[in-house]
């Protein structure tokens, strides 16, 4: 077991039911929060995500909410603070991608994507930043995407709407760490190539390539993103805020 300095927290995980949520949420359980397990359509993979957290000694709960949807978040975050208490730990990791050629992308899908990725993470800090505020501390993590930081020449136009998002989020972060600090500590993560249920619609062919050009010379697994992000929602990030942190193996690197 991990060392608890998480413990006596309550934790909101957005998309916690698979990939990169799910290792999340099961690596803030180990160290000691309660973690708010939060899913949009598969309550399923989100009682298997609080399954193992029980397993590994942890506790939580499952909650459902579309995050593009403001009345559905605010319902979720009042759902668990009538259930535990105020979120003090908040990971905004929900997001959708479309691997579809951008050149006919409709507008709808344009909108979808925006809808989840970005005013998913605006609802999400909106709503939990006002308690933040109030008590003098949180903490927030906020999923981009290396994508947000260099459009991919390998898969060239497949992924303007999502990298838009993704860029977005990561400049919405850092005007959140000016506005709300000193109470609020808002960093990025920026993953690379992810083994996840997202990534796998990616072709053998893209992968390899993909692989081919990381200096690490492996994808990423979910447990790398997580043990990033509880770095940074944890005491020993107490300096660190309003930025990204890079986690692609060396494919894409900031100055």
Request: proline share 3%; charged share 35%.
């Given at each position: 077991?991990?060392?608890?300095d998480l413990a006596g927290r309550v934790a909101l995980v957005t998309?916690?039911?698979r990939g990169i949520g799910r290792a999340i949420c099961r690596?803030?359980?180990q160290a000691g929060a309660w973690v708010a397990v939060n899913y949009a359509t598969n309550e399923e993979a989100a009682a298997e995500t609080l399954a193992l957290i029980r397993a590994d000694g942890g506790e939580g709960g499952v909650y459902g909410a579309d995050v593009s949807s403001f009345?559905?978040?605010?319902?979720?975050?009042?759902?668990?603070?009538?259930?535990?208490?105020?979120?003090?730990?908040l990971v905004t990791n929900a997001g959708i991608a479309s691997f579809e050629d951008d050149v006919d992308m409709p507008l709808d899908l344009w909108r979808r994507i925006l809808s989840v990725n970005l005013d998913g993470t605006f609802h999400c800090v909106w709503r939990a930043k006002e308690g933040m505020l109030a008590r003098?501390?949180?903490?927030?993590?906020?999923i981009s995407s290396i994508n947000g930081l260099a459009p991919t020449?390998?898969?060239r136009d497949r992924l303007i709407a999502y990298g838009t998002s993704k860029s977005a989020i990561i400049g919405f972060s850092r005007n959140c760490a000016v506005a709300f600090g000193p109470a609020i500590r808002i960093n990025c993560v920026a993953p690379g190539l992810t083994d996840t249920d997202l990534t796998s619609e990616m072709s053998d062919d893209v992968r390899q390539r993909i692989v081919g050009s990381t200096p690490a010379g492996r994808t990423g697994k979910p447990e790398d993103i997580a043990e990033l992000t509880y770095f940074l929602l944890s005491d020993a990030a107490s300096f660190i805020t309003g930025q990204t942190y890079v986690a692609s193996g060396g494919l894409v690197t900031l100055p």
């Open positions: 077991m991990a060392d608890r998309g916690g039911s690596r803030l359980a009345e559905a978040t605010d319902a979720m975050f009042r759902r668990i603070e009538a259930d535990r208490g105020p979120v003090d730990l003098g501390d949180g903490r927030i993590v906020c020449v390998i898969q």
